[in-house]
């Protein structure tokens, strides 16, 4: 218990142990920061995720690799979030050399709730 000014507090823990195995609170894990978007790399690799750059990385968290596009009209389509046929992989976060992006499509970001 935290005592604050006479007050009695109840504080939430971060983190607490059952049977030997740690457990944080979900709401203690930062979250990505980066824009959404859909990064094509060299050799057919296609991803989307949150972007941000690290010295002559590309850094894509929560990313999703976009095995089947699953669209009509091209990748495009995809800026306002997969298509009923998309298949998507889940690949944790990916680093890729900034010579190997062959191009970034800003998606919305609300389309893409996943990531």
């Given amino acids: 218990m935290n005592t604050t000014n006479g007050d009695t507090k109840m ?5 607490i142990t059952i049977d030997g195995v740690n457990y944080i609170r979900a709401d203690s894990i930062p979250k990505p920061t980066g ?4 990064v094509v790399l060299d050799r057919g690799f296609v991803y989307v995720g949150r972007v941000r750059s690290e010295d002559d990385f590309l850094i894509i968290e929560n990313a999703k690799n976009v095995r089947y596009w699953g669209t009509k009209n091209g990748l495009g389509e995809l ?9 998507l992989d889940t690949v944790g976060t990916v680093r890729a050399p900034m010579r190997a992006v062959i191009s970034l499509i800003n998606a919305d970001e609300r389309a893409w709730t996943s990531i």
Avoid: F, L, Q, R
């Fill in 11 to 15: 504080s939430k823990p971060v983190k």
């Fill in 35 to 38: 824009d959404v978007k859909i």
């Fill in 79 to 87: 800026v306002n979030g997969p298509a009923k046929e998309t298949k």
